[in-house]
């Protein structure tokens, strides 16, 4: 069975440009979360969506950061201008939505440095 | 509100010697723990976890970990390290209560020794 798929999985960009990064949840997933990593704050979510619907934003750092969900099977987060400290590793996960406790799956990340 | 600690930053080992990771938890309501592997330039897999069943959990790879509710201790080990454990491995709470959102350590980086 196919996982999380993201794209691309790698990104380089200079300052001030605008980044998309993309995710295709587990099919008949229903919540889907982003997260950033990296070496100074470690794994951080962002955001996450049920149903399509976010849930939970306050892990947003700024207005520079966005993302929707317009259908079960895809997800962008795009930033916006983009800066160096948005550097990190983002990943995205997904679970069947079915209540709390359930594991995430993650994809293998997209890894993105601004320059 | 959850939290989890995980008591050592890094773990070396040697090949084929056991393997123990650390883990403490916090957490309001009866928790759902997890443990994750990352390698290198990966996202992180699904070890095991523990949901109010058996205590002693058994997971991928000859990995297990038993839910200690007195000592609030969920703790991961291998009877024998094998070159291919080498990786970040985090511990994970989940309240079981209001949202799905996950709590997760700051990680044990398991070198394996030849």
């Known amino acids: 069975d196919a996982g999380v798929i993201q794209s691309p999985r790698h990104e380089v960009t200079e300052m001030g440009q605008e980044v998309t990064l993309r995710c295709k949840p587990i099919?008949?997933?229903?919540?889907l979360f982003w997260y950033r990593q990296t070496m100074m704050r470690g794994l951080e979510l962002l955001i996450y969506?049920?149903?399509?619907?976010?849930?939970?934003d306050s892990g947003m750092p700024e207005d520079r950061f966005s993302a929707k969900m317009p259908n079960a099977s895809f997800s962008t987060l795009k930033i916006q201008p983009s800066e160096p400290r948005d550097s990190a590793v983002y990943f995205c996960?997904?679970?069947?939505?079915?209540?709390?406790?359930?594991?995430?799956?993650f994809g293998d990340g997209t890894r993105l440095s601004i320059l | 509100a959850q939290s989890v600690t995980q008591l050592d930053s890094h773990v070396s080992v040697s090949e084929g010697t056991p393997v123990l990771l650390r883990c403490n938890y916090s957490?309001?309501?009866?928790?759902?723990l997890f443990w994750y592997v990352q390698h290198p330039n990966k996202g992180l897999q699904l070890l095991l976890k523990?949901?109010?069943?058996?205590?002693l959990v058994k997971g991928i790879n000859g990995f297990e970990a038993e839910f200690k509710k007195s000592e609030t201790s969920f703790h991961l080990t291998k009877p024998s390290a094998h070159m291919s454990d080498a990786a970040e491995y985090f511990c994970?709470?989940?309240?079981?209560?209001?949202?799905?959102?996950?709590?997760f350590g700051t990680g044990t980086r398991l070198t394996i020794i030849p």
């Open positions: 996960a997904s679970t069947p939505g079915q209540g709390v406790g359930q594991p995430q799956h």
């Open positions: 099919s008949g997933h229903n919540s």
């Open positions: 969506f049920n149903n399509n619907v976010p849930i939970d």
């Open positions: 957490s309001s309501y009866s928790p759902s």
């Open positions: 523990y949901t109010s069943a058996a205590t």
């Open positions: 994970v709470v989940s309240a079981n209560f209001g949202n799905e959102k996950l709590t």
